[in-house]
């Protein structure tokens, strides 16, 4: 990641922040878990880079997770993205892109195993594709399709057995950002 941001100077390369949103399907690996959660989701970025090129992202997600997949009420969830970008310069109108990075945040939860957690932490793994839609020098539209396996923190459940939850989730995500 460092290697390509040092040679994203040699780019046009900016500042950018960006505002979207989108919609999400999970899906478990533990086969106990029967339920999918399809929750709607809001990301702010920062970036710095150039959409034709290359560029390094920090992505905050709030999830509406409405459930009962851990706990009779799963709720939010908040998390932290660092991803890579990498553009590729087909013509003004449309630039495509890869993205892969990892992620971390924690979600709500109420009681969950003996110990009654009301927190549980996430990590995970990320991989992209999509494109940039320039609409002028400072403003572009972002659409991307991202898949993210996810590895929640372990716990102890009801029947004293350790539990380790992983799943993989499919996003569509459309957002605009803005370039300084």
């Keep these: 990641m460092l290697g390509g941001t040092l040679y994203a100077f040699s780019y046009n390369t900016k500042f950018y922040m960006g505002l979207g949103g989108g919609i999400q399907y999970e899906s478990f690996t533990d086969d106990t878990i029967k339920e999918k959660n399809t929750p709607a989701f809001a990301s702010l970025k920062f970036g710095y880079g150039d959409r034709r090129a290359y560029a390094i992202e920090f992505v905050l997600n709030a999830v509406n997770n409405k459930s009962s997949i851990f706990s009779p009420d799963d709720n939010r ?27 971390a945040g924690e979600m709500r939860v109420e009681n969950v195993g003996i110990d009654n957690k009301n927190k549980l932490a996430y990590s995970s793994f990320n991989i992209g594709a999509g494109a940039f839609f320039p609409l002028d020098q400072h403003f572009d539209i972002e659409a991307t399709y991202e898949y993210r396996f996810t590895s929640y923190q372990s716990f102890i459940d009801e029947n004293e057995h350790e539990r380790k939850v992983h799943s993989h989730i499919s996003q569509v995500y459309l957002g605009v950002n803005y370039r300084f």
């Design 77 to 103: 969830r908040y998390g932290m993205d660092v991803m890579f970008v990498k553009a590729y310069n087909l013509n003004q109108y449309f630039y495509p892109l890869v993205r892969a990075g990892f992620g």
